[in-house]
């Protein structure tokens, strides 16, 4: 491994240039004669000090701070600021503002003092990115009020061979009477020069992670959320590139926030033409307490750069997930192959349909059944039962634990479904506790998938919740729960806290969530969790602190998939798309597709089946059987992999992509439309070793690296819609 020096500290005079290094980046920040902390560069390694390209001009209407006596081309208004503060002289979006005891809310953050810790800082009571020690380096830079005893911890936890930055910040109040924090975001990030464009993951219900790229104007864009979730509709995580950035070429930054709940990602052109990205909690939502010596912690922000693109990118941020956020058991093992029996019979079902379709199952290598939605309390649709966590024996005619063991015996997996965060009107929790859903006083809530929200900030709840839980995976000896979570949050209120603090719920929601994660994580070390929020509507890298697969959009057709998946991959691994093969017509959206093509599409992903195995032919459980032996024989490249999109689902007839280590190459996809007479197609592969031959296990045709890379492959001739393809490479020696 090489070494770097990851973190420098020059002194001169009265400035200090902090000088943040990993393999192919640099990130620099300067304290200057006035304890500004000035932000200098995020790029490629110049070996240079990144001052020089600061200009001071003269802009009338942006002032200066006191200390400065008639030079009017200082001012916080136009410089590139590290962390950048409200109500004293820059007027672009603040990433901290705070009401102090005299109801000022301004603040003036001044550099303090640093210090350099070996190995990744942790963040209380929040995920954040670990290391193994010897990767990571952590610099704190300490900020302080310039009249108040404010103080700001900002956190770099550099990862020098990753090509990763993390960061986070920490608000101290040493003041004597408690101050309220009214935004805190975890990072800020200005950037002074470049003609840029920004790359987001829209969506809604069904359609999460599309990607959208869109210049940027002087203009403030805004990509956030206030469901209470990090939601289907904005993802957590923002690319801005170089205007002529594509996957192999090009400049471009990526952030993602490790966080589940509200957020916001604010970039605003300026007057100067200059960029700033803030990161964080969403302020709309969010309020905060700090009494005198309380401190704060914001969720960490992960941050790439790539000066080769979106591939080497995004390879940067699916290495530090697997390895560094995914915990656990099955963060880089194989994950089970499984059946889930959702779209197989909704709610309608008893312990024997079940075991029906866990044999047949398990006749064709799949791994674990998981029960899903309907198993306990009353709840034969989706208008009672949530909260009242065990088993409906009546409904299942036999008991959960029997069940269990049946399937089991087969040599199965067992997995089950859970929504804990929720709770009925028509259940026996509701009826015992109606104060533990989330319901304003006076005000009716509204429903939304006829449930109300159960408020997971009391810790008697999240006892119920955890005794509840803990009980079900003992007795059944349970190996996999899917957590879901099926509405948005409204009605924001708890008895928990007082009326003036209202606006800590949403952030304290979220707490309650991770903790309830991390113990369920800490006592059943052999558990797997797959998150879900109504398909992928908290797909973020809080999440995937505590279960390494999330269940990706309860959208299962193959050709909606191929762009929700392609959008997921720019930020998040293969490993961590929870992906199945459906039934046809899909039930989503009507459309029909070959076992083939579901089969590609769901492998590029944590895979399973959803569907019921006993309504199909003898030759498509030969298929899936077959299927099946194909993920598991790829699995490691597949999920271990270097992950390469080889076109863009959104332009291009087809979506295909390719999987790459050291040994091998997999090539899959789908051709959507055939005409007849198809030409075929042509595709440049990716990430080979030029001078290398591999050899095509399929037609046993040999071709250097350089010629798959510069001249390409040809695809098959597609005959009928959604053609799969798959073409597997071994490289030889
Ligand atoms: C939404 C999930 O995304 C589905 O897969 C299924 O588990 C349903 N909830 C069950 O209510």
Redesign the pocket.
């Known amino acids: 491994m090489e070494v770097y020096i990851v973190i420098e500290v020059i002194k001169k005079d009265k400035e200090i240039l902090f000088n943040l290094e990993t393999k192919n980046s640099m990130y620099q920040m300067k304290v200057d004669k006035y304890n500004v902390l000035k932000h200098l560069w995020y790029g490629s390694k110049t070996l240079s000090d990144m001052e020089y390209l600061l200009d001071y001009p003269d802009v009338g209407f942006s002032g200066q701070i006191s200390e400065v006596d008639d030079d009017s081309t200082y001012s916080l208004d136009t410089l590139p600021l590290e962390y950048s503060c409200f109500g004293v002289g820059d007027f672009r979006v603040p990433a901290i503002s705070v009401i102090h005891n005299n109801g000022s809310d301004a603040i003036d953050l001044r550099y303090e003092s640093y210090s350099i810790k070996k190995g990744k800082y942790s963040i209380k009571d929040l995920p954040s990115v670990y290391s193994n020690y010897s990767d990571c380096d952590s610099l704190e830079i300490t900020l302080k009020d310039t009249s108040s005893d404010v103080y700001v911890v900002l956190k770099y936890g550099v990862f020098n061979n990753k090509d990763i930055i993390c960061r986070s910040a920490v608000i101290r109040n040493e003041e004597e009477n408690s101050i309220k924090i009214n935004k805190a975001f975890s990072m800020c990030l200005d950037i002074p020069y470049g003609s840029l464009d920004i790359i987001h993951f829209h969506g809604r219900h069904a359609m999460e992670r599309q990607f959208e790229r869109i210049p940027i104007t002087h203009n403030i864009y805004e990509f956030s959320s206030t469901r209470g979730t990090s939601s289907h509709q904005e993802s957590p995580s923002i690319i801005i590139c170089d205007k002529n950035c594509n996957e192999e070429f090009g400049n471009c930054f990526g952030a993602t926030l490790m966080y589940s709940g509200n957020f916001k990602t604010q970039i605003e052109r300026d007057q100067l033409n200059q960029v700033r990205m803030i990161m964080g909690i969403n302020p709309d939502t969010f309020s905060w307490t700090l009494e005198q010596n309380e401190e704060f912690f914001t969720p960490e922000v992960i941050l790439s750069f790539s000066d080769k693109g979106f591939s080497k990118l995004s390879h940067n941020f699916h290495d530090i997930i697997r390895n560094n956020v995914c915990r656990g058991k099955y963060s880089l093992e194989s994950r089970p192959v499984l059946i ?1 029996n ?2 197989a019979t ?1 709610f309608d079902f008893d312990a024997l349909k079940i075991l029906e379709i866990a044999k047949t199952a398990s006749s064709i290598g799949i791994d674990m059944m998981v029960l ?3 198993w306990f309390g009353k709840r034969d649709s ?1 208008k009672s039962g949530l909260g009242d966590w065990y088993a409906n024996e009546d409904k299942l005619k036999m008991s959960l634990k029997d069940l269990a063991s049946k399937i089991k015996s087969i040599g199965m997996k067992f997995g089950i ?1 859970f ?1 804990p965060e929720m709770i009925s009107e028509d259940s026996n929790l509701y009826r015992n506790h109606p104060d533990w859903a989330v319901k304003i006083p006076g005000r009716k809530p509204g429903r939304s ?1 006829n449930q109300l929200v159960l408020d997971i900030t009391r810790s008697d709840v999240r006892d119920y919740l955890y005794e509840s839980i803990s009980r079900i995976i003992k007795d059944c000896s349970i190996d996999y729960i ?1 957590w ?1 979570f ?1 509405r948005s949050i409204s009605d924001m209120y708890t008895y928990s806290l007082s009326s003036s603090n209202q606006k800590e719920m949403g952030h304290r929601f979220v707490l309650g969530l991770y903790e309830l994660l991390e113990k369920l994580n800490h006592d059943f070390p052999n558990l797997l969790i797959e998150g ?4 992928g509507g908290r797909f973020d890298a809080g999440m995937l602190y505590y279960c390494p697969q999330i ?1 990706c ?2 959208n299962t057709d193959a050709y909606d998939r191929s762009k929700i998946q392609y959008g997921t991959s720019f930020i998040f691994p293969i490993s961590t798309i929870g992906s199945h093969v459906s039934a046809v017509p899909n039930h989503q959206s009507g459309r029909i597709t070959p076992l083939s093509a579901r089969s590609v599409v769901a492998m590029a992903g944590s895979f399973g089946y ?1 569907l019921d195995l006993n309504t199909l032919s003898d030759l498509e459980l030969e298929n899936i059987k077959q299927d099946i032996k194909i993920f598991k024989k790829f699995n490691k490249l597949i999920h271990n992999g270097d992950y390469y999109r080889l076109s863009n689902p959104n332009d291009d007839n087809f979506a295909l992509w390719e999987f790459v280590n050291d040994n091998e190459v997999l090539v899959q996809g789908i051709i959507f439309r055939s005409e007849a007479n198809q030409l075929r197609y042509n595709i440049k592969l990716k990430g080979l070793k030029e001078n290398m031959e591999y050899i095509d296990s399929n037609t046993n045709k040999v071709y250097t690296g350089s010629a798959l890379m510069n001249g390409g492959i040809l695809l098959p001739k597609a005959f009928g819609d959604y053609y799969s393809v798959m073409i597997h490479l071994k490289k030889q020696y």
């Not at 879900?532 to 398909?535: L, S, T």
């Open positions: 889930n959702w779209e909704y899903d939605d309907g989706d479904w929504e998938r899917k879901d099926n879900c929020c109504g398909g269940w959009s309860d959803e």
